[in-house]
């Protein structure tokens, strides 16, 4: 078991295809870096220099204009979050208000691949979230115990190469669904690989008891990317609401 956010903070890379606003962009990494937030800067014209400089990147903002083929190219890199430089100035202020409140819960990735991983830890991380991975059931069952605020789980199981008897989908759904008896808050999301396997199978196991959708990791990468908006935009607006009060 592995705790990803005490080993990767969350890092912006601001991106310049030019030094028109090299300045400006060096006082957003200073005030950046006064969070638990790492932020750098690449000022090139080369495409291919910046995606190598995003690699460990949660999120990159650019000064040109965020078009659809960059963020697609970022995306297939394994970035998930871009933003142009009016949005990320438009979210900030969220992104700097939750490191001052700490961590808003614990989001568990469970027997995810290596690439759906990184890039959910890595969405999760910049909203402020403890990220824990687990590739075993007595992981998982540890993990459950400190009431998590959701769960991730490939139902695939693509990294377990030697599975024991307990490491299948079956027990892990029996887990979760215990889980989500003690904590109805708790919420749960099942990636599924749809070119694999039957799904007349996967509709008729216990997947129905923890969550009502099956999602492809294009799918569910999406969802998480808006759940994670949607529950940091309903905690600063109840933190707003608790300060006036």
């Known amino acids: ?85 009016p949005e990320f100035q438009m979210y900030w202020p969220s992104f700097f208000q939750k490191n001052q409140k700490g961590t808003p819960g614990t989001i568990i990735l469970a027997y995810l ?18 990220v824990i991975t687990v590739h075993s059931i007595q992981d998982l069952q540890k993990v459950l115990k400190g009431m998590p605020s959701h769960l991730v789980f490939d139902q695939d199981m693509p990294n377990i190469k030697h599975k024991t008897s307990q490491d299948n989908r079956e ?26 396997g039957s799904l007349f199978e996967d509709l008729g196991s216990s997947v129905k008891d923890v969550t009502p959708a099956l999602l492809s990791p294009e799918e569910f990468l999406t969802f998480f990317r808006s759940l994670l908006f949607d529950y940091n935009y309903e905690r600063i607006t109840r933190q707003m609401n608790e300060s006036i009060a």
């Not at 000022?43 to 903002?61: H, I, P, R």
């Open 171 to 196: 027990t892990v759904f029996r887990h979760l669904k215990s889980a989500r008896r003690q904590n109805p808050r708790f919420s749960v999301s099942v990636i599924k690989d749809f070119d694999q």
């Open 113 to 130: 691949s290596n690439h759906v991983e990184r890039i959910s830890a890595s969405m999760a991380q910049l909203y402020g979230y403890e």
């Open 1 to 85: 078991m592995s705790v990803l956010s005490q080993l990767q903070p969350a890092r912006i890379l601001f991106y310049l295809p030019d030094e028109k606003n090299l300045k400006f962009a060096h006082s957003l990494v200073n005030e950046v870096n006064q969070t638990d937030i790492q932020a750098d800067i690449v000022y090139t014209d080369s495409e291919a220099l910046m995606l190598e400089k995003a690699t460990e990147s949660s999120l990159v903002v650019s000064f040109g204009s965020a078009t659809g083929r960059l963020g697609t190219l970022l995306y297939h890199t394994g970035i998930p979050f871009h933003l142009s430089l």
